[in-house]
């Protein structure tokens, strides 16, 4: 199997979507809206994407969508319903289970990294300093592992032997001095849950989370689902299927419906996952959308506050920074489609 650099989606430097907008906006597709979000979608393939999702819910109505190719290979149409590698997608759960054992006072938002995980002290640089608020924020300044050199002795039956990539490596700026996205940030993340709840942080998702909100199309990795209901996946470049690729490492790693995640992200926002002190601290640590890429699989969920919507888009295929650009351009028409109620 081709090794792929592992990148969940840090944002572009600014000079590269600045660039890349002004070629864009030369472009007379700008000026382009769709009729409907059905049309938005049969636009999209033929901009190279192979397979689309959309789910809405907006004023307690949920509308799905689909076009292109489930599978590309057997021309099997798209389904709306059916699984997806959510990838970066999946820290907004471990940022909700993250802000439920805060108000629980199993763990404290200003608990210090090397007291949390001591093996890391003396490894990685700051960690006397960096706290678990600044690692939800992405504040920490810990190298991002997905950017490093692979090292001998990783394994996916132990994610901490990935961090080792950062071991003894300078920081990329001092804690809380600056927004860095890393995801070595949740990794971690998922090992401190680990230790403090004495078992999985995965089995603490479905039980506080997955289970009440009743997610049964929402699965900790490909290998746990019904893997038979994932979407095919494709990478710009590389011809094989990338379906039976799994991806373990938390903060990546979950395969869910788009049904599901709009359930997710709506229930996050309103109310019906926690309780006031819960909604306080998960709305002081982290924000209410996010995006994902893993090789194959593109993911936007957002939630509209101007029009009440929710709005995830699964697109299986993947590509450079440039690919990116078409993908939130294509995302950004959806939205102005449901704003004008042109369902």
């Not at 190298?143 to 996916?156: K, L, N, P, V």
């Not at 990338?242 to 229930?267: C, H, I, K, Q, Y």
Request: overall charge negative; some cysteine; glycine content about 6%.
């Amino acid at each position: 199997m081709k090794r792929f650099k592992l990148i969940f989606k840090r944002p572009m430097p600014a000079i590269a979507v600045f660039t890349c907008l002004f070629l864009a906006s030369c472009s007379k597709d700008l000026v382009y809206f769709p009729k409907s979000v059905q049309e938005e979608l049969e636009k999209g393939g033929e901009g190279g994407f192979d397979g689309m999702i959309v789910y809405v819910n907006q004023a307690g109505e949920s509308s799905y969508y689909s076009a292109g190719y489930n599978n590309r290979e057997d021309q099997i149409p798209a389904n709306p319903n059916s699984l997806f590698k959510i990838a970066s997608i999946s820290k907004l759960y471990l940022a909700a289970a993250a802000a439920k054992l805060v108000a629980n006072d199993q763990m404290s938002l200003e608990a210090k990294l090397s007291d949390l995980l001591p093996e890391v002290e003396g490894r990685i640089e700051y960690a006397d300093e960096i706290n678990l608020k600044m690692m939800l924020q992405h504040r920490s300044g810990i190298r991002d592992w997905s950017y490093e050199s692979e090292i001998e002795g990783e394994t996916f039956d132990d994610y901490m032997s990935f961090m080792a990539r950062v071991y003894d490596r300078e920081a990329r700026f001092r804690p809380d001095k600056k927004y860095g996205y890393s995801n070595s940030n949740y990794l971690l993340l998922a090992e401190i849950m680990n230790r403090t709840l004495g078992y999985s942080h995965q089995d603490y998702i479905q039980t506080e989370i997955l289970d009440p909100l009743g997610l049964i199309n929402t699965y900790k990795d490909y290998k746990d689902s019904d893997t038979s209901r994932v979407m095919s996946g494709y990478l710009i470049g590389w011809e094989p299927d990338l379906r039976s690729w799994d991806f373990p490492l938390p903060g990546g790693n979950m395969v869910a419906t788009a049904e599901d995640v709009g359930t997710f992200l709506r229930a996050l926002i309103d109310g019906t996952l926690f309780t006031d002190k819960e909604q306080e601290i998960y709305s002081s640590v982290y924000k209410y959308e996010h995006t994902g890429w893993l090789p194959g699989y593109t993911s936007i969920a957002r939630y509209h506050s101007e029009s009440d919507a929710v709005i995830v888009q699964f697109v299986n295929t993947s590509g450079k920074e440039i690919f990116w650009l078409k993908l939130e351009r294509v995302y950004n028409r959806i939205v102005q489609s449901v704003e004008r109620g042109n369902d």
